[in-house]
């Protein structure tokens, strides 16, 4: 990484290792872009991991933008912003890089001018190669490997840039760091030396150095560069073809030009040539000039592939309800509640009354639960939901339990017994697994409302 900063690389730098093959861009000597097959190492699965998306929101994302970056899906359904969506990127990034430096590495190879590094410009997310280099060097364990690299280029020295301190003011320095920096001049100086100066160990040390040569403070003055070529590869040789000499007739005077002999045809061997010689026996009409040569049809060129802008507006009212559903149930993972009722809300005006809308309005019920001032909303959205799905438990278990939290039990009874009829296993709160007795009477064992009747017209039943 040094030496690809110190010669201002442009390139791909393929990592074939142990868990996957991770391609690393760069553009005049920094990282650009970073790209991993690993396993989890994909945006949508660390969106997944960080409670953004959802599997099946994630498959659906794809499914609506097949072809098309998953960060910019994300940003056009509204689930990220475009700077929250830059945060989540550089962080995953910055894992990438640290797994490739902590990783065994089976073969590498690099690829000067490579015709996949000429597609990173595509990439509208800008990396910070300072902020991520210095990150993951502080993280990655990887201080054996480093002495050892060290060890095996004794011949290596570095000279650190006259303003070394403060072209890294921007960094996290801790005052040992910022101390053993001014330590450091323009005189050449190895790794051990390094160390001796800086009052270091030997494992800081060789961080420190791999750093700061990684970031450009420090160059290598001594020693060979890796991985960089020096030459560049001839330009290829374009072997021109002779030029095809075509004889011409020698110039013959007019006079002495005798006049062309009748073409004489069989009509019955070749009927085209004939019907063209009437033709020129046609007198006189004014020479037809001859149509233009007609190009060879080409293949149009490719068009590029330009991402559509989403248009909420374009959207039929019930796939603009579906996103915001799917907005809606981002913003639950991330702890948003406000943002998802405001959501749901937004679906149920698109869409409320198709069997589509039963989730909208059990989630919305759900998360309206949660507030107490929200009780009266609460019921009413749940009401909508079980009408919408008449053989669905859950919102008369959801409305059950708020009756019992507010202490409404006839109407909590009611829900509950409801409730378990359709689902005897849905969740219900502690007490409620099945419906309560009614209690007896005291007037001989008469029971519920018509035995009440009964004994007060004295007509009870012998």
């Not at 550089?90 to 073969?107: D, K, T, Y």
């Not at 007198?283 to 040569?293: E, F, G, I, Q, V």
């Not at 406000?338 to 409320?352: C, F, P, V």
């Not at 009829?421 to 409302?449: F, H, I, K, M, N």
Request: hydrophobic share 40%.
């Amino acid at each position: 990484m040094g030496s690809l900063y110190q010669q201002k690389a442009v390139g791909e730098l393929v990592l074939e290792q142990n868990d996957g093959t991770r391609r690393l861009h760069w553009m005049h000597g920094e990282l650009h872009h970073l790209r991993s097959d690993a396993v989890g190492e994909q945006f949508g699965n660390f969106l997944i991991r960080r409670g953004v998306l959802d599997m099946a929101s994630l498959k659906e994302l794809l499914a609506d933008g097949e072809g098309s970056r998953v960060g910019d899906r994300v940003v056009q359904w509204g689930l990220l912003t475009a700077t929250e969506r830059d945060e989540q990127l550089h962080e995953l990034l910055g894992s990438v890089l640290l797994h490739a430096m902590e990783h065994p590495i089976l073969r590498l190879t690099w690829l000067p001018a490579a015709p996949g590094a000429g597609s990173i410009g595509e990439h509208q997310f800008h990396l910070s190669h300072r902020r991520l280099v210095w990150d993951t060097f502080q993280k990655a364990q990887i201080d054996r490997e480093l002495i050892e690299m060290f060890r095996s280029e004794p011949d290596w020295r570095w000279q650190a840039r006259p303003d070394l301190l403060e072209s890294l003011s921007d960094l996290p320095l801790t005052p040992s760091l910022a101390y053993a920096l001014t330590l450091l001049g323009t005189e050449p100086l190895g790794c051990n030396t390094i160390a001796a100066l800086a009052g270091l160990s030997l494992e800081d040390a060789a961080r420190l150095v791999a750093t700061l040569w990684a970031l450009g403070g420090i160059s290598l003055v001594s020693g060979a560069l890796p991985l960089v070529p020096r030459e560049t590869p001839p330009p290829p040789v374009v072997i021109e073809a002779p030029p095809v000499l075509i004889p011409q007739p020698p110039l013959v005077p007019e006079d002495e030009i005798e006049p062309e002999p009748e073409f004489l045809m069989d009509p019955e061997r070749d009927l085209e040539p004939l019907l063209l010689a009437q033709e020129d026996l046609i007198p006189p009409t004014p020479a037809r000039p001859l149509p233009p040569p007609v190009a060879e049809a080409l293949p149009p060129p490719p068009t590029p592939m330009v991402l559509p802008q989403l248009d909420e507006e374009a959207l039929a009212p019930l796939e603009r309800a579906r996103r915001l559903l799917v907005k809606a149930k981002s913003y639950v993972m991330q702890d948003r509640t406000s943002e998802a009722i405001r959501a749901l809300e937004q679906a149920i005006k698109l869409d409320g009354e198709s069997p589509a809308a039963f989730e909208a309005w059990l989630l919305l019920g759900r998360l309206r639960i949660s507030n107490p001032a929200w009780s009266t909303r609460a019921i009413e959205a749940l009401q909508v939901a079980s009408r919408l799905n008449p053989r669905s438990a859950e919102p008369w278990a959801l409305m059950g339990d708020l009756y019992h939290r507010k202490g409404f039990r006839a109407n909590a009874q009611g829900c509950i017994r409801r409730a378990l009829e359709l689902d005897p296993s849905v969740a219900v709160p502690e007490g409620w697994s099945r419906p309560e007795p009614v209690e007896p009477t005291a007037r001989g064992g008469q029971s519920g409302l018509m035995g009440k009747l009964r004994g007060m017209f004295g007509r009870e039943k012998e």
